[in-house]
């Protein structure tokens, strides 16, 4: 009976059990980012960013767990007072066919809230802004999207940006190795 007592006790502290591992491994599994969009970062400006659900089915959600998503070339755009993702590629899973199969290029529906979808169509009809997505990751379990409002980049921009970007790194090198100098003597 105290053994049965103790082992109650033992999966009420836990929380969930051993279904959903232990704790930091399972907070990691649960908020890790499945795929980055680094180009976005240097084509674009990055002026506004948020996180949104995205609407998948079951093999798609099976193909981004295992890490199988490609966001080259990919947007969002607001039809219809509703924001879907285009360009995104999700391969369909191994395991799955015939119903339980994806088209792999289909658009995807984004989940946000209506003044959200109402402010950046807004925003992106007025300064013609871009709707690009920076990286898709699970957070509790559930896929989201960081959407960033975001102004395209001419070369020579781009050029600027890396330059400025160098000559920031740069510069942390040196303090960094001044500092060390420094704590020596």
């Not at 921009?157 to 000559?167: E, L, S, V």
Request: aromatic content about 6%; hydrophobic content about 35%.
């Amino acid at each position: 009976m105290a053994a049965a007592k103790k082992k109650s006790a033992a999966t009420s502290a836990g929380g969930g059990g051993a279904a959903k591992g232990s704790g930091k491994q399972a907070d990691r599994e649960a908020n890790r980012v499945v795929a980055s969009n680094r180009r976005a970062r240097h084509d674009y400006e990055i002026i506004d960013t948020t996180e949104c659900g995205i609407v998948l089915q079951g093999s798609e959600v099976k193909s981004l767990r295992a890490g199988r998503i490609a966001l080259q070339d990919s947007y969002a755009r607001i039809i219809d007072g509703e924001m879907w993702l285009f360009g995104v590629h999700v391969p369909p899973y191994a395991q799955a066919n015939g119903v339980g199969a994806h088209e792999p290029d289909r658009r995807r529906k984004l989940l946000l809230h209506r003044r959200q979808i109402d402010e950046w169509m807004g925003r992106s009809m007025q300064q013609s802004l871009t709707m690009v997505p920076l990286s898709i990751y699970f957070k509790d379990g559930r896929a989201k999207v960081d959407l960033a409002l975001a102004r395209g980049r001419r070369q020579y921009d781009k050029r600027h940006a890396i330059a400025t970007r160098d000559a920031g790194r740069e510069a942390a090198r040196e303090t960094r190795a001044a500092s060390k100098a420094g704590s020596y003597r």
